[in-house]
């Protein structure tokens, strides 16, 4: 409870929030698990993309992250430039304007401090930029948790994107690789921790029985994405795209060939589009396609399968976290040091070079060390939850000093 004479502690979360995007949704969830158990007390709202979606379904007040509405559209005609232009600097003001209102303000998770997918300057980091310095400037303390980092190569990205780390009151990341590319990047990380993604705290459904290897194979999970590469692959998107998708479906019709179930599995609005055209090149009723809003939908589909093979970050840690054996389709370094630390190294593919017949030849090996990697899977986990108690009490330490209070765990049995 808080004193009746003390004014409850101001906290805001920022970030591409309700847009869509299930990954960065579960990473809010998971900080808001932890400030309505450490923190009760604290006044929570939202600067975010999708502030609706934000308050329906968590409950908390959200306001637009973007004063111009179509900040996400193609700018093209000069009306449409000029709004965006404007939106840009009129954002400097309701930035500073809510960061003011805040004691903390907490960016949970999400690859904030990368661009392993198409990104413009102007675009997030600007917005993020925004924010860290609006934080300095007001004395308002903002948290990068367990956030994700990569190299950049685009120089007035990597700039924004070094000066919004340096600016921030606290860092925390979500593998070892990121830590580095903010070293490499010219941000002081010696006082900056490494912990498991914010994902990993989320309660996950209770585990099934492990498949029986006398009964016939039971379903895969194949997890997709709208992958067109990354920043640096702009000028063979369609390529990399293509190339991907031909190499999901050929894979997907060698299991169903073997009469396998297979369900069809996104992490983003905008990957409806590569499950309509697997469905319809595939066309057998083997093959469904779930319509998951949530992580734990997410959990609960890949619980009842044999097998998970995805592409999306977050997809994996579903997959991983529920104890279920995974292959990774990688398309960014930090899905191959997810799977490492998770003790599932040998079984990553390339994204922007599916090969079907090599894809089905790991699948087949994980199969065989199902039993093995499930118990590798529930000692990783545990040992991921205990570190995450270490990140929410550091977030304490250095956001709440006053309250005194640790984290309490709330991990599922």
Request: charged share 25%; net charge positive.
């Amino acid at each position: 409870m808080t004193p009746a004479n003390r004014t409850p502690v101001r906290v805001g979360v920022f970030g591409l929030l309700g847009s869509g995007n299930l990954g960065n949704d579960g990473s809010l969830e998971a900080v808001l698990g932890y400030l309505r158990t450490a923190h009760p007390e604290a006044a929570v709202d939202a600067l975010c993309g999708g502030p609706e979606a934000v308050t329906t379904r968590f409950g908390i007040p959200a306001t637009r992250l973007h004063w111009y509405r179509g900040e996400y559209r193609t700018a093209s005609r000069a009306g449409a430039i000029a709004g965006k232009g404007l939106g840009k600097l009129v954002d400097v003001f309701r930035t500073a304007a809510w960061v003011r209102r805040h004691d903390v303000v907490i960016v949970p998770g999400m690859g904030v401090l990368e661009a392993t997918l198409p990104l413009r300057p102007w675009g997030f980091p600007y917005s993020l930029f925004l924010l860290c310095a609006s934080g300095r400037l007001l004395r308002t303390r903002v948290a990068l948790a367990g956030v994700g980092a990569a190299p950049i190569g685009d120089r007035p990205t990597r700039a924004l994107v070094r000066w919004s780390a340096r600016l921030a009151a606290y860092r925390s990341y979500r593998d070892a690789q990121s830590r580095d590319a903010m070293r490499a990047m010219g941000v002081d990380t010696a006082r900056d921790e490494v912990y498991p993604d914010l994902a990993f705290a989320l309660p996950a459904p209770r585990a099934s029985a492990p498949p029986d290897p006398s009964a016939p194979p039971g379903p895969v999970c194949v997890g997709v994405m709208d992958f067109h590469g990354g920043n640096d692959d702009r000028a063979r998107a369609d390529e990399i795209y293509r190339r991907y998708l031909d190499g999901t479906i050929r894979f997907v019709r060698a299991l169903v060939a073997e009469d396998r179930a297979v369900r069809l599995l996104t992490g983003d609005e905008c990957d409806a589009s590569v499950v309509a055209a697997i469905l319809d090149a595939v066309g057998s009723p083997l093959v469904t396609a779930a319509e998951p809003s949530s992580l734990a939908d997410l959990m609960k589909e890949m619980a009842a399968a044999d097998t998970v093979v995805a592409i999306r970050y977050h997809n994996l840690i579903c997959a991983l976290k529920t104890g279920t054996p995974v292959l990774a389709l990688c398309y960014a370094a930090k899905s191959d040091a997810l799977m490492t630390e998770m003790g599932l190294g040998a079984f990553c593919h390339p994204a922007r070079e599916v090969d079907a017949d090599r894809l089905l030849e790991q699948f087949r090996a994980l199969e065989k060390r199902s039993a093995e990697l499930r118990r590798t899977l529930a000692e990783r986990n545990l040992a991921a939850a205990r570190r995450l108690d270490d990140q929410f009490n550091s977030l304490t330490a250095a956001l709440f000093p006053a309250t005194g209070r640790a984290h309490t765990s709330r991990r599922a049995p």
